[in-house]
Nanobody, 126 residues
Framework: QVQLVESGGGSVQAGDSLRLSCTAS????????MAWFRQAPGKEREFVAG????????LYADDVKGRFTISKDNAKMTVYLQMNNLKPEDTGTYYC???????????????????WGQGTQVTVSS
C-alpha cells in the first residue's frame, strides 16, 4: 500500500529550480511532522528539511539554507520542497518521510521516521 508519493524530480542545470511534491494519505499526513531527505550516489541518506505539523519548527540542512524551502498544503495532504539555485552537489534521490508519532530525538535523525516514499531523482549538471 503506497502511502507517500513523491514527484517533481528531473535533470536540470546548475542555477535552475525544481519543486518536489509529496502526497500522503490522510492517516499518514494529518498531525505529523514531515521531512525531506536525500541520498547521493555512494553516500548515506541525509536530512534536507523538515516541518512540524503546526509549522512551529522548520529546520534545514546547513548546505540548503537560503536555497530550499519546505512548505505544505494541508487540504491537499502534500508537502513541497522548493529548490532554487541548484548545485551539482544537490544531485541525489530525494525522499519524503513521516516522523514517527511521539518519537524523541532530533528532527534531523533518520531513525525517527517510519514511513518513506519511493524517492524521486534530482540530477544537477554543471
Amino acid at each position: 500500500q503506497v502511502q507517500l508519493v513523491e514527484s517533481g524530480g528531473g535533470s536540470v542545470q546548475a542555477g535552475d529550480s525544481l519543486r518536489l511534491s509529496c502526497t500522503a494519505s490522510e492517516s499518514i499526513f494529518s498531525g505529523k511532522t514531515m521531512a525531506w531527505f536525500r541520498q547521493a550516489p555512494g553516500k548515506e541518506r541525509e536530512f534536507v528539511a523538515g516541518m512540524s505539523w503546526r509549522e512551529i519548527l522548520i529546520l534545514y540542512a546547513d548546505d540548503v539554507k537560503g536555497r530550499f524551502t519546505i512548505s505544505k498544503d494541508n487540504a491537499k495532504m502534500t508537502v513541497y520542497l522548493q529548490m532554487n539555485n541548484l548545485k551539482p552537489e544537490d544531485t541525489g534521490t530525494y525522499y519524503c518521510a513521516r516522523r514517527r508519532p511521539a518519537t524523541s530525538g532530533h528532527m534531523k535523525e533518520e531513525g525517527g521516521y517510519d514511513v518513506w516514499g519511493q524517492g524521486t531523482q534530482v540530477t544537477v549538471s554543471s
